[in-house]
Nanobody
Framework: QVQLVESGGGLVQSGGSLRLSCAAS????????MGWYRQAPGKERELVAR???????YYADSVWGRFTISRHNAKNTVDLQMNSLKPEDTAVYYC???????????????WGQGTQVTVSS
């Protein structure tokens, strides 16, 4: 079982920036994709951004152009640079990592414990 440890959350004013970082406890694992999800109070967890091992990225429409995801494959880390933050970005942000384990595409996922991001207006 691999652990994902997040850091970088906090309180910031609207328009400000934060950088979230996530590190896997084991560097010898290969993750096919890594990403960030978030969950606001009373809402379902949603995908914010993800990046695969080849560097292809996906962003939710709500963060497009403001957030940038990056990863370091050798270190098994993934970062999320968040700029132009809005109050609606307030949520607990979770790091996610997944590995495909068979030809049918079944995955094994790991989650971080979450880090709070609060954007004040």
């Amino acid at each position: 079982q691999v652990q994902l440890v997040e850091s970088g959350g906090g309180l910031v004013q609207s328009g400000g920036s934060l950088r979230l970082s996530c590190a896997a406890s084991r560097r010898n694992l290969r993750f096919d994709r890594m990403g960030w999800y978030r969950q606001a109070p009373g809402k379902e967890r949603e995908l914010v951004a993800r990046i695969n091992s080849g560097g292809s990225t996906y962003y939710a429409d709500s963060v497009w152009g403001r957030f940038t995801i990056s990863r370091h494959n050798a270190k098994n880390t993934v970062d999320l640079q968040m700029n132009s933050l809005k109050p609606e970005d307030t949520a607990v942000y979770y790091c996610n990592a997944a590995t495909v384990v068979n030809v049918e595409g079944a995955e094994v996922e790991s989650w971080g414990q979450g880090t709070q991001v609060t954007v004040s207006s």
